[in-house]
C-alpha cells in the first residue's frame, strides 16, 4: 500500500532554518505531482510550494516566496522543503500530498487533487 511519511519538522527561534522530508512508498514516485502544505491552528490547510514530476516547474505561495525552496530526488521517491528565514506566522502542520497526473503550476496546488497524504510534522517557530 502506499505510505506518505514526512520528517524534520521541530521547534526553531525566528530566523532559523528548517529542512523537511517526505518518503513516498508503495507508487511510483516520478507519476506524481507532489506539494507541501500547512495548516496552523483555527485555519484552512493551505498550499504552501508544490513541484511537476521532474522537478522542473515549482510554485509557492506568496507567504513563502524567497523563503522556502522545493525539490525532489526522484531516485530516493523523496520530497524536500528547505524553509529559511522562518517566522512565527509559519507555524502549522506541514504535510506532504502526492497527485498523480500530469499536473504543472500553481493552480494545481490544492488539496482536492491529492490522492495521497501523509500525517503531519509539526514546525514551532518561535519568536
Known amino acids: 500500500q502506499v505510505q506518505v511519511v514526512e520528517s524534520g519538522g521541530g521547534s526553531v527561534q525566528a530566523g532559523g532554518s528548517l529542512r523537511l522530508s517526505c518518503t513516498a512508498s508503495?507508487?511510483?514516485?516520478?507519476?506524481?505531482?507532489m506539494g507541501w502544505f500547512r495548516q496552523a491552528p483555527g485555519k484552512e490547510r493551505e498550499g504552501v510550494s508544490c513541484i511537476s514530476r521532474s522537478g522542473g516547474t515549482t510554485y509557492y505561495a506568496d507567504s513563502v516566496k524567497g523563503r522556502f525552496t522545493i525539490s525532489r530526488d526522484n531516485a530516493k521517491n523523496t520530497l524536500y522543503l528547505q524553509m529559511n528565514s522562518l517566522k512565527p506566522e509559519d507555524t502549522a502542520m506541514y504535510y506532504c500530498a502526492a497527485a498523480r497526473g500530469y499536473y504543472s503550476g500553481g493552480y494545481y496546488c490544492t488539496s482536492g487533487i491529492m490522492n495521497y497524504w501523509g500525517k503531519g510534522t509539526l514546525v514551532t517557530i518561535s519568536s
Open positions: 508503495g507508487l511510483t514516485f516520478d507519476d506524481y505531482y
